[in-house]
């Protein structure tokens, strides 16, 4: 089945961008997502990309996607302390079953 | 307003109990799901139904019972409670067809003592 992986911790200083990885194993997966999780709270869809795009740009928003390599990443541009939070990657499989990573937590310093 | 919502939001019960949490999509959608947050925040599909049949069933102990009395919901049963079910409990739903995107409701923080 479909594994995906990412980095546990990113930590950046306010104001800088942040980047979060993801690689995935299935190169069937047709849409690849980014959730958000702020502490005690549920998921929020922050964005998604097909996958026969590259990139992405929602506002801070870039996602970046490497096909031939399975390598998913986020990009969060001018970071700030209220994007602290846990983001999760995922992909989806067959099903519509979405696979998520591990979670990467975020911590943003001033 | 919330398009899907669970209940309860938090639940404490003692080892061995049965409890349910409900969920509920007004979404219009034909596809619910629950997936399982562990505390090392892990999440994991544990069922899937559409238009009330289940179609993923994710090697998940026959304690947890998912019950889909109509499309629009979609509650989970659990029976003889362990110490390791205590999770978040997210039930999800998505319109039909690969990849429309899941929507999720604000998870069920179970507590089993």
């Known amino acids: 089945g479909e594994d995906v992986e990412q980095s546990l911790f990113l930590s950046v200083r306010e104001g800088d961008s942040s980047v979060i990885n993801c690689t995935y194993t299935?190169?069937?997966?047709?849409?690849l997502y980014w959730y958000k999780q702020e502490p005690g709270a549920g998921l929020q869809l922050l964005t998604y990309?097909?996958?026969?795009?590259d990139m992405k740009q929602d506002q801070r928003l870039t996602v970046l996607l490497n096909k031939k390599d399975k390598h998913l990443s986020l990009r969060i541009a001018d970071t700030q302390t209220g994007d602290s939070a846990i983001y999760f990657c995922?992909?989806?499989?067959?099903?519509?079953?979405?696979?998520f990573g591990t979670g990467t937590q975020l911590k943003v310093e001033l | 307003d919330t398009a899907v919502s669970q209940t309860p939001k938090y639940l404490v019960t003692q080892m061995g109990n049965d409890k349910s949490i409900k969920c509920e999509q007004n979404?219009?959608?034909?596809?619910m799901y629950w997936y399982k947050q562990d505390s090392k925040k892990f999440l994991k599909i544990m069922f899937s139904?559409?238009?009330?049949?289940?179609?993923i069933n994710e090697t998940v102990p026959n304690r947890f019972s998912p019950k889909s009395p109509d499309k629009a919901h979609l509650n989970l049963h659990i029976n003889s409670l362990e110490l390791g079910d205590s999770a978040v409990y997210f039930c999800?739903?998505?319109?039909?067809?690969?990849?429309?995107?899941?929507?999720f409701g604000e998870g069920s923080w179970l507590t089993v003592v």
């Open positions: 999800a739903s998505s319109p039909p067809g690969i990849g429309n995107t899941i929507y």
């Open positions: 299935d190169s069937s997966s047709t849409y």
């Open positions: 990309i097909f996958s026969n795009m």
């Open positions: 995922a992909a989806t499989g067959g099903g519509n079953k979405l696979t």
């Open positions: 979404l219009g959608h034909d596809t």
């Open positions: 139904y559409n238009n009330k049949e289940l179609i």
